[in-house]
């Protein structure tokens, strides 16, 4: 049977939320999609769709998304659409997914990876390092407070969020001497002019699924499951299992600071895993190898692994 292809009186609709990396991300897969099979970009539809994390009234600036509950908080929207048919696919960057999808719906298309690094932003100091002693460091993120925390416990931390630019306001608005931005979401926007120093895996070990891209789709679509197996990227897809596996087997949840990042080179898969106390008083790490295919079993392995050594009452807060 051949593929009934896209056209532009009955396109493939793209859903996607409305942020410009969000766009960007859109644009990029209807961009790999039309060449893999020959076709004009008019073929797809980029559908923008409003999620509750879009919302500015929800979302009060100076509140810690954990608070909110941030489950599925910028996906619900998006997912409904896309099961009731108003949109064919939906495109997410990895990082922000639940390692489960709602019943009925299919993440395993994956663009080729961008640049898995943390980026050290600040108009004033290029490295952590020389930060001076209590020093103000913006950031939302749970994992990059307790990592920075744990290196520098005399840093001072307040809530960052909103989008890349944003953040960069808040920046040169001497908000904080500095902040950390994915370079993978810096270098999808072509923001080459912010002051980003990419900061090594061994310094910083980046968050699960950094810097990668799915595309989700509804589970009995089969002509969309074709179109998507001509543009997922295997290499990604086998990183992201043994990361997803251990954060997985760890928590679910983006409430507990984890860190993760699987590398490939050749038949051999290397895994690196951080878990942190909130408050950055201690990390534990691991990093194991396996053969490409083994990921996901060493990641939950990893999982093990680590919650033992952690101990029962690691990640709650303390005052
Ligand atoms: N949680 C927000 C989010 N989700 C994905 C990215 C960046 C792009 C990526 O990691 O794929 C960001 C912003 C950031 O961490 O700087």
Redesign the pocket.
Known sequence: MTLLLPTPDAPLKIGTRGSP?ALAQAHETRDRLAAAFGLAPEVFEIVVIKTSGDDAALIAADRPLKEIGNKGLFTKEIEEALLAGRIDIAVH?M??MPVAQPEGLVLDCNLPR?DVRDGFVSETVRRIAELPPGAVVGTSSLRRRAQLLHRRPDLKVVEFRGNVQTRLKKLSEGVASCTF??M??LNRLGRSDVPATPIEPDDMLPAIA???IGIERRGNDARVAEMLEAIHDAVTGQRLAAERALLAALDGSCETPIAGLAEIEGTTLRLRGQVLRPDGSAAISDERSCAVADGAAMGREMAAHLLKEAGPGFFAWRG
């Open positions: 990396l960057s990082k922000d961008e931005l994915a993978a979401g950094q810097g990668a």
